[in-house]
């Protein structure tokens, strides 16, 4: 009978010493988040679906995770947004960064978008959603977020230049 107990007891332990481990690496050695998730400098970038344009699907935000970040949030009838994108494909050019830009604009169907994105000369993903201007509050157009490889929001702006873009990325990069 005596016998019969040790392995019980030793799958006993077992469990044990595997949530009492568990419960040390996430209580005190996981790395952590610096900041909330939000949608404001310093805060980890809250998630969101984007449906493509083009129909093919959509992208999260976490699937870049990693990479530096770039979204635009614009409109087709936004002049300061069309000269956004010129700027944002030399940011696109970049290795390391990956752009989007996102349509808030509602009155826009996605056969006009493809078009303009084609027009515009937009290579990266380019998708449509109003509602993320609602949960990222965006006040005008083009508001511009910068999110660091680890998903952390370095930056957030409206137009943003081709040097304000270097100095951001450089400081990103190193």
Known sequence: MQNQRKPVLYAGLLIVALVAGYLIYDNFIKPTPEGEIGIQTG????????????????VKFS??????????FMAPWCEPCKAQIDILALVDSVEGVEVISINID??????????????????WFFGSSPDSAVDFE???IPTIIIVDQDGLIAYRGYFTT????????TELMN
């Open 43 to 58: 805060n980890m970038l809250l998630d969101e679906t984007i449906p493509n344009i083009d129909g093919s699907g959509s």
């Open 106 to 123: 509602p009155n826009y169907d996605m056969e006009y978008l493809y078009g303009f994105g084609e027009e515009e000369g937009i290579t």
């Open 162 to 169: 081709v040097t304000q873009f270097d100095n951001i990325l």
């Open 63 to 72: 699937d870049y995770q990693g990479k530096i970040l770039v979204i635009d």
């Open 138 to 140: 965006v006040s005008a």
